[in-house]
């Protein structure tokens, strides 16, 4: 097992065009976390899943952002109509269901122009 | 809400000697987890450290340790013998651990450690 896998790294789009990031975590893992992070900012949390249920949604996760964990393995993260805020390091983190470290993806970087 | 924060956004150390990285945090919780994370770059963000809140020992990690003052939500990263490869962001993280707390990680803006030759 390689780790925590996100595609693509990175993403240009112009922007109020959608795109979706894909996240496959540790094998085993029942979470998956989704966070964003900005220039010179801390990563900030979006949702995040057990298994295939979505337990908990920041309000940062406007409604033109959707998160998906099908059959509780990989996870799409899709941004509808982007816009230049959108910008950022999107960040995948996973972890066993009673260890507390999440292991985190490398990230996809997202630049809407 | 909680929150974490950390006032120094960049630090520098000479190579072999030690540095200390600061962070406080906010919460009316008394069960909870706090994490130093390192961010090299290009590179995803890796685990350093952790401390559990009911635990009184500091905890040790090598060259890495830190100094947890519940009392005064302060938990600081000392760095010891520090090595080029330690250059990085470091993010000091909580989360709580109590049943129905939230899982997710709270961080703070993060500390840019340069370590120099």
């Known amino acids: 097992d390689t780790g925590v896998s996100q595609n693509p790294r990175h993403k240009i789009t112009k922007r109020g065009q959608n795109v979706t990031f894909r996240c496959d975590p540790i094998s085993e893992h029942n979470r998956l976390y989704w966070y964003r992070q900005t220039l010179g900012q801390g990563p900030e949390f979006l949702t995040y899943f057990q298994n ?7 309000r940062l996760l406007s409604d033109r952002f959707s998160a998906e964990r099908p059959k509780g393995s990989f996870s799409t993260l899709e941004i509808q109509r982007t816009e230049q805020g959108d910008s950022a390091m999107y960040l995948c983190a996973s972890s066993l269901l009673v260890v507390t470290e999440a292991f985190f993806g490398q990230g996809t970087r997202l630049t809407v122009v | 809400a909680q929150t974490v924060t950390q006032s120094q956004p960049e630090m520098s150390v000479q190579e072999a000697e030690t540095v200390t990285l600061s962070c406080t945090y906010d919460t009316s919780e008394s069960d909870y987890y706090l994490f130093w994370y390192k961010q090299p770059p290009s590179r995803q963000m890796i685990l350093v450290i952790r401390q559990e809140a009911y635990k009184q020992q500091n905890a040790t990690e090598n060259r890495f ?14 760095i010891s013998d520090s090595q080029l490869g330690d250059a990085a962001m470091y993010f000091c993280a909580y989360r709580s651990r109590g049943s129905g707390g939230s899982e997710k990680l709270v961080f703070g803006k993060g500390t840019k450690l340069t370590v120099n030759p």
Request: charged share 30%.
């Open chain 2, 65 to 78: 340790s830190v100094n947890f003052q519940k009392a005064a939500k302060s938990f600081s990263l000392k």
């Open chain 1, 52 to 58: 295939e249920a979505q337990l908990e949604k920041s």
